[in-house]
């Protein structure tokens, strides 16, 4: 790389590490933990590249990128910021920032991100509509740390002003409805109305008009159009076969496979390919496990907000709810930490009230999904399918093998120590490694060794 970076974080460590890689690397580099400095250095003509945080001490990151663009038309900003919400994402991709990461970043990938935005000419930005209100934590629960949930922000963010039609798939209490919510409300449509139609909405002659008719340009959302009637299916094709220049947007969800229903007869196939202009699948809450504290700590905080006692969950309580498999997703959780804020008094949420929670709600086995019957291998390739599509068109960070062998073993070793009784040695005969191999496994994998019971 050849070029001068103005690195602003007010990380030392961050500033540290950032500072001798792109030196290393070739690139001269200006690094500070004041907003104030970075925008003296822009003024001064200084930097090829910024690469800011975006909660500092003197400020918001983001607050300067349209100054930077007006100062310095062409001068490329990522943004790297340890808030890790759709609405960073979105904001980002607003204030036309060159490209978004969030912390902890991947290093190498932001180096490949910085390459890319050294060697490109920037076109100079484009006046902006008015940017949007932020919303309240409680209007948009969409958080994660998880790279498969920084990937949908970053590709909610790309197809934010796009005209083509996004079809949104996903199981039950995802938060796919939400999604859609936030492409209409961060977008430049905000203004105009965001309508919610069901097969009902679009019955008799004058259904499809009156649907336009509220819309008037903003967004239309088909709910769940999987489930459609063939003849609500047929009013829909012809309704977008007459749009015009002031066409609303179109965006659908759907819970079920739609591929699938094509095949079975259930589901039109030119109704699929008006819909599907981009497909953004939302992971399934047990597909990023690692979000789960995140998310309880934003439904206990909001339970706080409204009125009640602060409450936090305890090491054992937090372990046991990593470990179910939430079929209603992120829905099902949110309601099962109301109900434990509702039914105790005391600050510490223990193990035995989160037992008893979820104790009388359904289960689901994770690997199952793709239908009885299904090949481990199609359910593991459905799996890094949807992986890849998240990340929209562009590669996912470096060192997908180890990632993947990571999410393979720690299940496997896991459920054969249960099926062992936690017996080692059966263990490592049942899966037919070295002993000394699977301690060194248990290991690295940080898996927490109890006294367990075998299964029948």
């Known amino acids: 790389m050849d070029g001068t970076v103005l690195v602003a974080d007010d990380d030392r460590t961050i500033r540290t590490v950032l500072t001798q890689a792109l030196t290393r690397a070739g690139c001269k580099v200006h690094a500070t933990s004041s907003l104030v400095t970075l ?9 090829d590249l910024v690469i800011s945080d975006v909660i500092m001490p003197d400020g918001n990151g983001l607050d300067q990128i349209p100054k930077i663009a007006e100062t310095r038309p062409g001068l490329p900003v990522i943004v790297i910021s340890a808030q890790n919400t759709i609405m960073t994402a979105i904001q980002a991709a607003e204030v036309d920032a060159y490209d978004y990461l969030p912390k902890p970043f991947d290093l190498p990938d932001l180096m490949k991100r910085a390459a890319r935005a050294l060697e490109v000419k920037r076109r100079a930005p484009t006046p902006r509509g008015p940017a949007a209100e932020t919303a309240e934590d409680g209007d948009l629960p969409l958080v994660g740390r998880t790279p498969a949930m920084q990937a949908l922000y970053r590709l909610v963010a790309r197809v934010m002003n796009t005209a083509l039609p996004v079809l949104i798939t996903g199981e039950s209490g995802t938060g796919k409805s939400l999604i859609a919510k936030a492409i209409h409300d961060f977008s430049d449509r905000r203004t105009l109305p965001f309508v919610v139609v069901s097969a009902s909405d679009l019955e008799g002659a004058d259904g499809p008009s009156s649907v336009l008719g509220r819309a008037r340009g903003g967004s239309i959302l088909f709910d769940e159009v999987g489930d459609y009637p063939a003849e609500a299916q047929a009013r829909i094709v012809r309704m977008l076969d007459t749009l015009g220049d002031s066409a609303p947007r179109i965006m659908s969800t759907s819970q079920v496979d739609l591929k699938a229903k094509i095949d079975e007869g259930g589901f039109r196939e030119d109704l699929f390919y008006r819909l599907g202009g981009v497909t953004i699948a939302v992971p399934s809450l047990r597909e990023r496990v690692d979000d789960i504290p995140l998310l309880a700590d934003h439904f206990l905080a909001r339970s706080e907000r409204d009125g009640f006692t602060l409450r936090r969950l305890s090491q054992p309580a937090l372990d046991l709810v990593r470990s179910y498999s939430w079929p209603g997703n992120v829905r099902q959780l949110e309601n099962a930490i109301r109900r434990l804020v509702v039914t ?41 399918r949807r992986y890849f599509d998240l990340h929209g068109g562009v590669l996912p960070p470096p060192g997908l093998y180890q990632r993947i062998l990571k999410e393979v073993e720690m299940p496997l070793i896991e459920i054969a120590l249960d099926a062992t009784g936690g017996n080692q040695a059966k263990c490592a005969d049942l899966l037919g490694i070295n002993r000394n191999t699977l301690r060194k496994k248990i290991t690295d994998l940080d898996i927490r060794v109890t006294r367990r019971r075998k299964l029948m």
């Open 344 to 384: 105790g008094s005391e600050e510490e949420i223990t193990r035995q009230e989160v037992e008893t929670v979820l104790g009388n709600q359904p289960t689901m086995e994770p690997l199952r999904g793709g239908g009885d019957g299904e090949k481990l291998s199609s359910s593991v390739a459905r799996h890094l």
């Open 39 to 47: 925008m003296r250095w822009v003024d001064e003509g200084k930097g």
